[in-house]
């Protein structure tokens, strides 16, 4: 079956908004430097106090997302996320900006992004019939890594031309433009789950972790990913410390070794749709998710010159391939396997853990790269990020059904304590 119109609309409100976002990112820090003359200080909290607000606003959110229609939900995040990003260019112009509000903007834009996921992977479940999930999931990981490959580099394009403060409005408009595009869906969006009368609302905040670390296969998966996106967020910082200071690479080199790779993002997402077909889910993300950990071991021991920039580039050109091919694979899986009434529940949970580890770990590298220093610090977390792949389904059945059946080896091993209603009406 192939994908229907609405899917097409709503591909690309999410492209849109993702070459936004692409075009913009590092501009608020970059203004907290040239306009605001922010200490280094300051610009690492701005980064890390976005994360761990954010996701500490986001935590009851969850369940308010999951009793209520999807598409309002998300129009909602991308017009609050247009409201605070263009409010930075505005108040520039009139002398005004604040390093208190780039924070606010940073925090609301970062509780915005877990929103928005939570609401549209129940949304999308809701939107494509299961066996075109697989595809439609790799067109959107498609457009993220061509966003990444494409944005970054006309984005300091823009800056260099127009100034950072514009670059912001550009990704400000890009969200009005997503909200726009949603709103032009035809298809009746089905009825949210509904409470039960004696709901408890404490308890449903817990409910979207209740249920992944009941399913066997989803809990394995939600630690793996928290510690390999904890690695490569880590890895970041410090990798433009090794190019730029320590290798002495140039500001265009360092910007190939960023854009070039996100092409192995790319071809893996297209690659994913043929590989579980023929090897099945199971194998895709046993495989995948194994060789994804390997190559951030080759960064530390990148020379100085022609052939550390290879090295570099060719490390980061296989991670992006096998994350490329492996991301889609298992968001078609946890699509399949969570059942509709904990859709946004459980995306929720996983967004708000992910958004508060990470910062977690970007500054624990940071004070290890200054006691032991960059290399050292890398070769730690090549180390760490290997051991990720210890939390993969190893011993757990994964099963890919293209009709999106779930029989009872991918449920919970214990029924999570949800309401009945909610329970009744899931597929």
């Not at 980064?47 to 308010?64: Q, S």
């Not at 996921?117 to 999931?137: D, F, I, Q």
């Amino acid at each position: 079956m192939t994908l229907g119109a609405d899917f097409r609309r709503l591909w690309t409100a999410y492209g849109v908004s993702e070459f936004g976002s692409a075009v913009g990112s590092g501009a608020l820090p970059l203004i907290a430097i040239l306009v605001l003359d922010a200490s280094d200080l300051q610009v690492s909290l701005l980064a890390a106090l976005a994360g761990v607000a954010a996701a500490a606003i986001a935590l009851p959110l969850g369940p308010w997302i999951e009793f209520r229609r999807k598409r309002p939900v998300m129009i909602g995040a991308d017009l609050v996320r247009f409201g605070a990003l263009a409010s930075v260019p505005v108040a520039a112009a009139a002398g005004v900006l604040s390093y208190a509000q780039l924070c606010l903007v940073a925090v609301t834009q970062t509780t915005g992004a877990i929103v928005f996921t939570a609401a549209s992977g129940a949304h999308l479940k809701a939107l494509v019939e299961p066996e075109s999930r697989a595809e439609a999931n790799g067109r959107f990981e498609s457009t993220v890594w061509a966003a990444i490959s494409v944005g970054p580099p006309l984005g300091g394009a823009l800056i260099s031309w127009l100034g950072a403060t514009v670059t912001v409005g550009v990704d400000a408009v890009s969200f009005l433009l997503s909200a726009l595009g949603i709103r032009r869906l035809r298809a009746s969006e089905p009825p949210p789950p509904a409470r039960t009368a004696g709901h408890n609302r404490r308890r449903e905040l817990a409910d979207g972790w209740r249920y992944l670390l009941s399913h066997p296969s989803l809990r394995a998966l939600y630690w793996n990913s928290l510690v390999f996106g904890g690695c490569i967020m880590a890895s970041v910082p410090l990798l433009a410390v090794l190019m730029l200071r320590d290798l002495g690479f140039s500001s265009v080199q360092y910007g190939l070794a960023l854009g070039l790779p996100c092409l192995g993002g790319v071809a893996g997402s297209m690659l994913a749709k043929g590989l579980v077909r023929r090897t099945g889910q199971r194998g895709v993300l046993l495989v995948f998710g194994l060789a994804r950990t390997l190559w951030l071991g080759l960064l530390p021991l990148a020379p100085a010159g022609g052939d550390g920039l290879v090295v570099i580039i060719v490390a980061e050109t296989l991670l992006l391939l096998c994350a490329g091919i492996f991301n889609p694979t298992f968001a078609t899986y946890r699509m399949q396997v969570t059942e509709d009434a904990y859709m946004a529940r459980v995306f929720s949970a996983w967004s708000v853990s992910s958004r508060g580890v990470q910062p977690i770990f970007i500054a624990v590298s940071g004070l290890l790269a200054t006691a032991v220093g960059v290399r050292s610090t890398l070769t730690v977390l090549a180390v760490v990020l290997l051991s990720s792949a210890a939390f993969l389904p190893w011993r757990t059945p994964v099963r890919g059904r293209p009709v999106g059946e779930i029989d009872a080896a991918d449920r919970p091993t214990r029924p999570p304590a949800l309401d009945k209603s909610a329970l009744r009406r899931a597929n």
